[in-house]
């Protein structure tokens, strides 16, 4: 497996180290692309915040939810990102980029899977989350298929 990287940050931001992650054997290459994008440079009080987003983003899943979606998939990710946010761990620049990364893969619905419409939907999210999850030294967290 190759090691991965892209910013996908502003200009302002070019100053700021690219988090890496190794996604070969987990999502397509646009998708790898796509998560890359969404690792944004990101300081502690707007990775706590993001909890609030995965809040609403799980009730959306509940409200919408048919007998498709696996909503004990999403639920188990979004307590996840609950139990390593609410840890308070003091992340480094490019590990919180990559959870925020993780985290905005989660809130799309378009994703590798198509979170709603699949039986499998929320998997590629889990597999996100649990590579991310490695990278950061925190496997405490991952989700267990």
Do not use: W
């Not at 998708?31 to 690792?39: G, H, I, K, P």
């Not at 996840?80 to 590990?95: K, N, R, T, Y």
């Not at 649990?130 to 925190?138: A, F, Y």
Request: with cysteine; aromatic share 6%.
């Amino acid at each position: 497996m190759s090691e991965i990287s892209d910013s996908g940050q502003s200009a302002a931001d070019e100053d700021v180290p690219a988090p890496s992650i190794d996604l070969d054997d987990l999502l397509h290459p646009e998708e790898q692309r796509r998560f890359r994008n969404l690792c944004l440079p990101t300081n502690s009080f707007e990775l706590a915040e993001t909890i609030q987003t995965v809040r609403l983003h799980i009730e959306h899943v509940r409200t919408h939810a048919d007998s498709k979606t696996d909503v004990d998939m999403a639920e188990r990710i979004a307590t996840a990102f609950e139990a390593l946010l609410d840890a308070e761990l003091g992340f480094a620049d490019d590990e919180r980029a990559l959870i925020r990364g993780a985290v905005e893969y989660f809130l799309l619905d378009d994703d590798a899977d198509g979170d709603m419409e699949d039986p499998v939907g929320f998997d590629d999210d889990a597999r996100v989350l649990n590579s991310v999850l490695d990278r950061i030294g925190q496997p405490q967290f991952k989700i267990n298929f």
